[in-house]
């Protein structure tokens, strides 16, 4: 099943990952992962909200351009409603380590958004989303919350989440699928319920880095054909106004992985 119907792009996808936004485990034990990181390696990591707010607060002032609203993209088919709030929502899935820090601003005022649910969907390695398994033609564990969940931005409208290097299924490039809901009310058995759904978006990534990854247990036993960016029917080559992380290469004890980033820009 397809997000929609599969429409080539012409001009090939804009990389440049600038964090602007228009309303939108493999664990490292080899060289073969450690080969994979891109835009330079640390050993130390700054404070996601500390980075991503000064970034964000920069950008305002110097071009206005984090101001703007991020697309609106379609749903798709594998949304399930009232999932887990938390920070990582691997549960145990194989797969590069993937670490989001999403800011989430007024695209009016351009001050940063607190408080709002930041709710993220995707695939595993194998093309499977929870709740779903079997779709993408591979047989594994289904729990129906893998890959699923999220978290409340902080007082500089970041959010921090972490997961796994999406893998690809029919008809899609790799994405991961993202809401932004206000007004959510926590419950006391760890999901949210009410408030405002604001945002419907995915992130994309470097088709670079995704051609390496591809590469790698266990993305490489995915059967399926990828496609690519531009073959893609739903990227439409806009960058980080389209949801284009800015991806950077990590390591650090006990792994290697990557960083993405991105500011939402969205309406109340």
């Not at 990591?45 to 379609?74: I, N, Q, R, Y």
């Not at 797969?95 to 999403?102: F, V």
């Not at 088709?207 to 439409?236: C, F, G, H």
């Amino acid at each position: 099943m397809t997000d929609a119907p599969h429409v080539p792009a012409e001009v090939p996808p804009n990389v440049s990952g600038r964090p602007v936004g228009r309303r939108t485990v493999l664990f490292g034990t080899g060289a073969a992962v450690a080969g994979l990181a891109v835009g330079g390696c640390t050993t130390t990591e700054p404070s996601p909200t500390a980075t991503a707010t000064a970034t964000a607060t920069a950008t305002a002032t110097a071009t206005g351009d984090v101001c703007t609203l991020t697309k609106e993209l379609t749903e798709g088919p594998y949304y399930l409603d009232g999932q887990l709030v938390r920070a990582d929502i691997t549960d145990g899935k194989a797969g590069i380590p993937l670490k989001l820090t999403l800011t989430v601003v007024d695209a009016g005022t351009c001050e940063p958004l607190p408080d709002a649910l930041v709710e993220l969907w995707h695939s595993d390695a194998l093309g499977e989303y929870s709740g779903f398994v079997g779709r993408n033609g591979h047989d594994e564990p289904d729990n129906g919350t893998f890959l699923r969940g999220g978290v409340l931005t902080d007082s500089g409208g970041v959010a921090a989440i972490t997961t796994v290097y999406p893998g690809w299924y029919r008809g899609r490039c790799i994405h991961i699928h993202v809401k932004v809901h206000t007004n959510v009310t926590p419950t006391s058995d760890g999901h949210f319920t009410g408030g405002q759904e604001i945002h419907t978006g995915q992130l994309f990534f470097d088709e670079k880095v995704t051609d390496a990854v591809a590469r790698v247990t266990p993305y490489s036993t995915n059967s399926v054909t990828r496609t690519t960016l531009a073959q893609d029917s739903i990227y439409d080559e806009g960058g980080a106004t389209s949801g284009l992380l800015t991806l950077t290469g990590t390591t650090s004890t006990g792994y290697t992985g990557y960083t993405g980033t991105l500011t939402l820009g969205v309406e109340r």
